[in-house]
């Protein structure tokens, strides 16, 4: 291939996986702006490689970005230690698509998210390429820089992890729509008592306004507490604003606008009916990539 030929191959390549590529960065780093700074350096990193060696183009890019995410998300985490509340993910408008394929939807849901938080940095790597990706462990060692057998050792341990902490069930359409409507329902009118009882008993809240805006000091957990903290706060809240209901990391969620300008993303975890999470962004800093779809793959 000559110069321009290679040039070409290697950019439409690129192309071709670049949603499976920011999907990988986005689920390591529970970052968007993060992620597209791991995907503009793996292209810096691509443009360099000899593709007439590479044997799985897809496989090296993967290995490219998962590098450079794990670097990133040691980053992350000196950040976060100096964030003021509590910490959740970027919020994403995703596409239909991404709902109707309801492992993905799970994985980049907020609930998931928060789960993944919990993990190492090279816990979190194995886990999303093993369990998620489904890559074979030979391909998930060149990209973390570990031997085939540590590799299995640490999916185990990982798998275990999530398992022990993540949401029980995965929530249906129906019961996404029934809590949105639900939560609309409650600003809307001041009426609270539909929105109330759909609350699980365990149910948490949490806020984050980054220290930017006004959200929760700290998660708050249980029917009571919540619902007196949701009183409290949704009760005039509607004339002040306008929703619209839009598909926000996976699953059905709420778009809260204040003046026109996107003021609250509200994510919600339904199990058997019940909501058991409810996720707030506030921070302004996280609501730029809600204005418009964001396509995700595996």
């Known amino acids: 291939m000559n110069e321009r030929t290679l040039e070409e191959s290697a950019t439409e390549t690129f192309v071709a996986h670049r949603n499976l590529l920011f999907t990988v960065a986005y ?10 700074d791991v995907l503009q350096e793996t292209w810096l990193r691509w443009t360099t490689v000899d593709l007439d060696t590479v044997r799985d183009r897809r496989a090296y890019l993967v290995r490219i970005t998962t590098r450079q995410a794990l670097t990133q998300l040691r980053k992350l985490g000196r950040r976060k230690e100096s964030y003021v509340g509590p910490w959740l993910p970027e919020p994403l408008l995703t596409t239909p698509d991404v709902a ?37 462990y030979e391909e998930i060692a060149e990209a973390v820089d570990k031997t085939p057998a540590a590799v299995r050792q640490i999916a185990h341990r990982a ?48 806020g984050d306004g980054g220290g930017v805006v006004q959200a929760t000091p700290q998660p708050l957990y249980g029917i009571e507490v919540v619902s007196r903290f949701m009183a409290d706060g949704l009760s005039h809240l509607g004339a002040f ?58």
């Open 159 to 206: 798998r275990n992890h999530v398992a022990a902490r993540r949401p029980r069930g995965v929530t249906s359409t129906s019961d996404a729509r029934c809590a949105t409507e639900a939560f609309q329902k409650a600003v809307n009118t001041g009426d609270l008592q539909s929105l109330f009882d759909l609350l699980a008993p365990d149910v948490v809240f949490i």
């Open 100 to 136: 109707e394929d309801v492992e993905l939807a799970d994985s980049v849901s907020m609930a998931m998210l928060l789960v993944m938080e919990t993990l190492t940095p090279a816990e979190r790597a194995v886990f999303v390429l093993r369990d998620v990706f489904s890559l074979e």
């Open 27 to 36: 689920e390591m780093l529970g970052s968007a702006a993060d992620a597209e």
């Open 241 to 298: 604003v306008t929703m619209e209901t839009a598909y926000v990391n996976g699953g059905l969620g709420v778009i809260i606008r204040a003046g026109g300008a996107v003021d609250t993303i509200v994510a919600m975890h339904t199990e058997n009916g019940l909501i058991t999470g409810i996720y707030v962004v506030r921070n302004p800093e996280k609501l730029s990539r809600v204005e418009e779809e964001t396509a995700m793959s595996r």
